[in-house]
């Protein structure tokens, strides 16, 4: 039996489906049915109709207030059972339990998404009336939360540059909002290799985060740990958290096929 090429298999109206949601993987967050239409090359109906379907499935979401679309929920939860599928979630799983069990704190992982970065999965330590429950799923700005530093201080400046907005939001008092401070900051990150949030997000909130890297050498996560503010002072972190979080950091870059 002769096997035919695969390509003689293509749907032409996935294609284009597929065709539109590539369009939002670049720098542009929101764009119209007019644009589409002339970087597809297709008439403003078909895009519609394609953007139509994408919308009633979660791919696509529209902005009521531009009129513009944008990437939908939908994208989010495929791309967390890719990364769970990729291994992830999945090595981390025992590292947070055991990070959490022996600092008596939350642990999470988290990747950077363009305009922030998402905690993907937490482990809770069991003994604690008082603990920080990470938002699993909800975008986290970069500039504030050591998850995100811990990403921006390995990205060249120049990238980091165009990924921060031009006027960083102040969240808390303890927020840094000057540029140029927030990268001498990112610059002690990559020299140290670990990063802290001291109640720049939530005000009561502290951590510490590091970068976590696969096979590629690539950054590809971070991974943190994070309390009340109160449990968390600098020396604490310095000489007890940090060094456990690294040292976490290392076995799970290790299990994603890091080799320093």
């Known amino acids: 039996m002769v096997r035919r090429d695969k390509t003689n298999y293509v749907i032409q109206s996935v294609t284009h489906s597929l065709d539109v949601l590539e369009q939002f993987f670049g720098d542009t967050d929101e764009l119209g049915v ?7 090359k297709l008439h403003k109906n078909n895009v519609f109709r394609l953007l139509a379907t994408l919308e009633a499935r979660g791919y696509i979401e529209q902005n009521k207030a531009s009129e513009n679309y944008r990437l939908g929920i939908k994208c989010l939860h495929l791309g967390r059972r890719y990364i769970h599928h990729m291994g992830l979630v999945r090595q981390a799983r025992p590292i947070l339990a055991d990070v959490a069990r022996k600092c008596r704190e939350s642990a999470f992982v988290a990747i950077a998404r ?20 990470p938002p699993i799923g909800m975008t986290l700005p970069l500039h504030c939360t050591a998850i995100g530093k811990a990403h921006l201080a390995f990205d060249p400046e120049e990238q980091v540059k165009s990924l921060l907005p031009e006027q960083l939001y102040r969240y808390t008092p303890q927020t840094i909002v000057d540029r140029s ?46 309390g ?26 290790y299990r994603l096929g890091y080799n320093e």
């Open 228 to 253: 009340p503010t109160y449990r968390l002072p600098g020396d604490r972190i310095s000489h007890e958290l940090a060094p456990l979080v690294l040292e976490a950091g290392r076995e799970l870059s």
């Open 114 to 133: 363009r305009d922030g970065v998402v905690p993907l999965e937490a482990a809770e330590p069991e003994d604690r009336a008082v603990k920080i429950t």
């Open 34 to 40: 007019t644009e589409l239409s002339k970087r597809l």
């Open 181 to 226: 401070m927030l990268l001498e900051q990112l610059h002690l990150v990559a020299r140290e290799g670990f990063s802290v949030d001291a109640g720049e997000f939530f005000e009561d909130v502290a951590s510490v985060a590091v970068p976590i890297r696969d096979y590629t050498r690539s950054v590809v996560g971070s991974l943190a740990v994070a």
